[in-house]
């Protein structure tokens, strides 16, 4: 059942009106495109102009985390108010991204829980609970960043590595498959993607030695249809010495050759998952998507070279799984800087002005990257979001400092897009860092940090919101959080951003100006992606608030859907 509960709200009074929001289309009844009870691909395809539903984790397959309606706005926000909560079985981290398609709402919890819920009232229709194997390996929390949808079914990855097919209408399973072996370190946090019958998946796992990779499964029957390797023989790449800004990471390359030649190629227990949804460019068939932390994440003298395609954006073909291009942002991190937060596609200007098809990343680095989806080939780099001081400092026995922290920069966050004002928008950490090394073989599957990250007990953490103009790499507004920020934000038709703090404040900011004009605390740490529906002509907006693992914000069971009357 939903519960409803009262929680104390906190509206401000501004109200900006967006230039160029005019344009909108406010959809008040029907989708666009007509209710379907069956997602096609037609549906899916056409997602980031559906004023209905949610359809994807981050909105769209080009991730853009923009919702098209305006019926909540700039001018009426500060009349949101809770229209129902419910509650959970699992009190604990809670990451999921609600996904909604005709009415009907589906959510995951901590240890794979799914709920489908009526988006309207909040009222369970059915819940289904996976019953998880005896060997489940996960680095930063029990998380499920939710589910996809196609056709008449709902897609589930799990932390034992499955990937599950529920009926949407009944919950029950249709098929399982195994997606890895958990005994070897992997496991599966995030949502699964859905393209032309193919379910796509990376996986966790770079801090337990294993090989990354993303694959591709009949939507129909779980078979696996390709494998697209993450860290490929001949993982050395070109032995940069700079990042991707330009800055010397001080790699001792001759020490790293005579281990290359002496011990041979790492790429078999190197790291490189893979922990969001990839992007889909149906022009070029293209997947775009970012790969994780080399493994051991901080010992980079038992996997000499770049450690190719760890800490890149990376390109395939979408009916192949065949290799296109790559951007290797940091090459041989030892830091744990990896590329994690989901790649998205806009239409940017390159270094000539002249407006092609690109890709952003939002890096633990602080910086948004701007890639030519042609070539992967970087186009430019925002102003930095965080302090950035010792870079690139290596790691020591008793400990370098360095900025910033293991976390970023921005995590796993999804960021969002306003396509009409050509702004990012991003949420950040501060948490400064010690970074400490230490030798060990291959543990087999066990954890594998090859020394450890520790945070400066002495100095101040804290987060932000920040908005970047990706066509100039220009930071336009940024606001300061009293608590390091993960967990995703929302962009809207209406001239809002929502996003959620550790300290359970739910909050709506003007686009342009970042203009703080409604809040809500929702009692727990709100560290999931809101997400945006209409249902019977009306708007709302819903974000999980159940708090998170890896930075320890107060944990909570609640989903709240917010509408203005």
Request: net charge negative; hydrophobic share 40%.
């Amino acid at each position: 059942m939903a519960k409803i509960a009262s929680l104390a709200l906190v509206a401000g009074a501004v109200a900006v009106a967006l230039a160029g929001m005019a344009q909108a289309q406010e959809v008040r009844n029907a989708t666009k495109f007509g209710d379907m009870a069956t997602v096609t691909q037609d549906l899916l395809n056409r997602a980031s102009d559906d004023g209905n539903n949610f359809l994807h984790t981050n909105g769209n397959y080009a991730q853009t985390r923009f919702y098209p309606n305006r019926q909540i706005n700039t001018g009426n926000v500060s009349k949101l108010h809770p229209a129902w909560i419910f509650q959970t079985d699992v009190k604990d981290s809670l990451e999921t991204s609600p996904i909604v398609v005709n009415g009907v709402m589906y959510v995951t919890t901590s240890f794979d829980h799914v709920y489908a819920l009526n988006a309207r009232t909040g009222e369970e229709i059915w819940h289904y609970k996976q019953k998880l194997g005896p060997i489940s390996t996960y680095c930063c929390g029990p998380n499920n960043r939710g589910v996809a949808v196609a056709g008449d079914m709902v897609y589930l990855a799990t932390l034992d590595a499955k990937l599950v097919a529920l009926d949407a209408k009944t919950g029950k399973p249709a098929w399982s498959t195994d997606v890895a072996d958990p005994e070897l370190g992997y496991s599966e946090t995030m949502a699964p993607t859905v393209v032309n019958g193919k379910v796509l998946l990376g996986t966790n796992g770079g801090e337990y030695g294993i090989r990354g990779f993303v694959k591709a499964f009949d939507a129909k029957t779980g078979k696996l249809l390709w494998t697209f390797d993450t860290t490929p023989e001949n993982s050395q790449g070109v032995w940069a010495t700079t990042d991707a800004t330009g800055r010397d990471m001080h790699r001792d390359i001759a020490a790293e050759k005579a281990a290359y030649g002496k011990n041979g190629d790492p790429y078999k227990t190197l790291g490189g998952g893979v922990w969001q949804n990839p992007s889909y460019d149906a022009a070029s068939n293209r997947l775009f998507f970012v790969v994780g932390n080399p493994s051991p994440d901080l010992d980079g003298s038992v996997r000499p070279g770049d450690n190719l395609y760890t800490d890149s954006m990376v390109s395939i073909d979408l009916d192949t799984g065949k290799y296109v291009c790559h951007f290797q942002y940091i090459a041989h991190d030892v830091w744990d800087l990896d590329a994690v937060s989901p790649t998205v596609l806009v239409d940017a200007k390159d270094a000539s002005g002249a407006m092609v098809p690109a890709v952003l990343h939002a890096g633990k680095t602080g910086h948004i990257y701007v890639n030519n989806r042609k070539d992967c080939s970087l186009i430019r780099f925002s102003e930095a979001m965080v302090p950035q001081e010792n870079m690139w400092v290596l790691p020591t026995k008793d400990g370098a400092r360095m900025l910033p922290g293991a976390n970023g920069g921005v995590e796993w966050s999804p960021i969002a897009t306003n396509p009409w004002a050509g702004l990012a928008y991003a949420i950040n950490l501060h948490q400064p860092m010690t970074y400490h090394v230490e030798n060990s073989a291959y543990p087999g599957g066990k954890l594998w940090l090859g020394g450890a990250f520790k945070v400066i007990p002495s100095e101040e953490q804290w987060g932000n919101v920040t908005a970047v103009d990706y066509n100039t790499g220009k930071i336009r507004w940024q606001v300061k959080t009293s608590q390091p920020m993960i967990g995703g934000i929302l962009a809207t038709a209406g001239g809002l951003v929502f996003t959620g703090e550790p300290n359970g404040t739910f909050e709506a900011l003007d686009s342009m100006t970042g203009a703080t004009l409604w809040q809500f605390h929702a009692g727990a740490g709100v560290n999931a992606p809101p997400s945006s529906y209409t249902v019977e002509g009306k708007q709302y907006v819903v974000v999980g608030a159940g708090g998170n693992a890896q930075i320890d914000s107060k944990r909570g069971n609640n989903i709240i859907a917010f509408t203005v009357d």
